[in-house]
T-cell receptor, first 116, second 113 residues
């Protein structure tokens, strides 16, 4: 079974530039999550989708971050304009059920962003 | 505020030795507790999931314990191997809405030959 796919694995940009990350969840998984993991810290939820609807985006900095999950399958996370503090690994995860607490969560390898 | 605190932040152990990682949480109400292993440059991978009624769960050389009364969990690694070098993240689900995941900061383990 294919896992959660993410790209690109690494990205280096200058501040104020834009960047986009792509995620393809495990086939059949209804719920998709984007997490931000700053070096040395645990992941922080940015946004949770169920199919193509947003369940939770309370911690998404909406002035610069946006995400979409068209057709309820793959998803794109965009940052525009990027700030130095956005340097982090962006993890995508998926689960079969609606709520992360009731099912297994599968993570992708992550996309490492460096903002100079 | 729902929090998950892990200790130590990092540790170094010799190959073949045992070690124990700690996780204390304040998440309430509690749904389940998970331990993840995260290799450098990789995504987290689930080791164990424990519900309120489970106080011990094993996955190979990894044994997790849960004391829901004191809101503490531990992850014991037996006969450590070089491949155990990783970050170990404690995640507690629950909270007022019942469905939030709260992540700890992780413990970085380095196994030396």
């Amino acid at each position: 079974e294919a896992g959660v796919a993410q790209s690109p694995r690494y990205k280096i940009i200058e501040k104020r530039q834009s960047v986009a990350f792509w995620c393809n969840p495990i086939s059949g998984h209804a719920t998709l999550y984007w997490y931000q993991q700053i070096l040395g810290q645990g992941p922080k939820l940015l946004i949770q989708f169920q199919n193509n609807g947003v369940v939770d985006d309370s911690q998404l900095p909406k002035d610069r971050f946006s995400a979409e999950r068209l057709k309820g399958v793959d998803s794109t996370l965009k940052i525009q304009p990027a700030k130095l503090e956005d340097s982090a690994v962006y993890l995508c995860a998926s689960s079969f059920g609606k709520w992360a607490n009731t099912g297994e969560l599968f993570f992708g390898e992550g996309s490492r962003l460096t903002v100079l | 505020k729902n929090q998950v605190e892990q200790s130590p932040q990092s540790l170094i152990i010799l190959e073949g030795k045992n070690c124990t990682l700690q996780c204390n949480y304040t998440v309430s109400p509690f749904s389940n507790l998970r331990w993840y292993k995260q290799d450098t440059g990789r995504g987290p991978v689930s080791l164990t999931i424990m519900t309120f009624s489970e106080n011990t769960k094993s996955n190979g050389r990894y044994t997790a314990t849960l004391d829901a009364d004191t809101k503490q969990s531990s992850l014991h690694i037996t006969a450590s191997q070089l491949s155990d070098s990783a970050s170990y993240i404690c995640v507690v689900s629950g909270g007022p809405a019942g469905n939030k995941l709260t992540f700890g900061g992780g413990t970085r383990v380095l196994v030396k030959p």
